[in-house]
């Protein structure tokens, strides 16, 4: 079902993200030694499309391949199938972040794989893990945890001084890890960016040197909730034209982790339908009426929200979803 190798295989020092399927034939846990035993792992191409991780490991192996790794590290390549077509994942599979222990997701290849990569690490005793994504939409970088412990806070806060708390979606890898050793999710901005792949890198580089993860609360992080997602049920069309059901406002990509008031225009609509978007809060029930008001051809935010991860491209919403909406956590009175 997946590989599992000892050491490095030459041509993933030079592969593109693409040419992994080749090399690899399916998803792979590689396990690295390093002058501290205790293994940091690394997931990355959970989606397929997302490379940023995957360059950013690159440049470290490159630069250590003659000495030495400071630290052992595991790293997991998943969805290299998608990654050879630079994409999220394929219309057969299911997302490779949510199927891990925790998943809603019925028993399959992907959950009983994703199960055993997490017994194989949880053995290993990981000093933290890190998996690494980008987004569809404009988003600054930032860090996910998906529990409040000092320790995931200290290393999220080490990558972005914005850390996102979440507990649904269901099945991802952070969530998973985060059972058993400090986990992060980070997301770096759109995939294909240099400067992500540097900033991935030099986080990647320090977490490798690092002795111990500090145990009090960082300091000075702004740390938000996802109290919402919002997705398009798949009968009504998206697109910029007033035949369409939902038109959507390109503009917000760019509003992404700023405060949106009360009334803003969250989409137009085409009049007198029941078009709408759909809002579920994070224990999966129907919000949308507590966040979204009908009005004629518009659709208007009844409070205010911080988005992210908004999105206004149409394959990337029908395969996750529009956005997110997030509230501020004040977490250090
Ligand atoms: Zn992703």
């Not at 989606?47 to 000495?67: C, D, K, M, P, S």
């Not at 997490?118 to 939409?137: E, L, Q, V, Y």
Request: net charge negative; with cysteine.
């Amino acid at each position: 079902m997946f590989n599992q190798f000892d050491s490095l295989p030459p041509a993933l020092l030079d592969a593109r993200s693409e040419d992994l399927l080749e090399i690899l034939q399916r998803p792979t846990l590689l396990h690295l030694p390093g002058r501290t035993a205790q293994p940091l792992f690394v997931c990355t191409l959970l989606h397929g499309n997302e490379t940023t991780g995957f360059y950013a490991l690159q440049n470290i192996l490159r630069r250590h391949h003659a000495q030495g790794l400071p630290r052992a590290l595991s790293i997991f390549f998943g969805n290299v199938e998608a990654a050879a077509t630079g994409q999220r994942r394929l219309d057969h599979q299911p997302d490779y972040n949510r199927v891990w222990p925790g998943t809603a997701h019925s028993q399959c290849i992907e959950t009983d794989i994703m199960a055993t990569v997490t017994g194989i690490m949880r053995a290993r005793k990981p000093f933290a893990s890190i998996d690494i994504h980008n987004n569809t939409g404009r988003n600054p970088h930032y860090a996910c945890v998906n529990i409040l412990s000092a320790h995931s806070l200290q290393i999220a806060a080490m990558f972005s001084d914005i850390t996102v708390y979440f507990t649904n979606p269901k099945g991802v890898q952070s969530a998973a890890f985060a059972d058993f050793c400090p986990a992060v999710v980070l997301e770096c901005g759109q995939s294909g960016d240099n400067d992500s792949v540097d900033h991935a890198t030099a986080y990647l580089e320090r977490l490798l040197q690092l002795r111990h993860i500090p145990a009090d609360n960082p300091q000075n992080l702004c740390l938000y909730h996802t109290v919402a997602r919002v997705s398009i049920a798949e009968r009504f069309s998206i697109g910029d034209g007033t035949q369409h059901d939902i038109r959507l406002r390109t503009d917000l990509e760019d509003r992404n982790f700023t405060e949106l008031p009360a009334g803003t225009t969250f989409a137009r609509i085409k009049p007198d339908t029941d078009a709408n978007v759909q809002v579920h809060n994070e224990s999966n029930e129907d919000v949308t009426g507590e966040f979204i008001e009908c009005r004629h051809d518009r659709l208007l935010l009844k409070k205010p929200v911080t988005l992210s991860m908004y999105t206004s491209d149409e394959r990337a919403i029908r395969q996750d979803c529009l956005c997110y909406f997030m509230e501020r956590l004040h977490f250090h009175r």
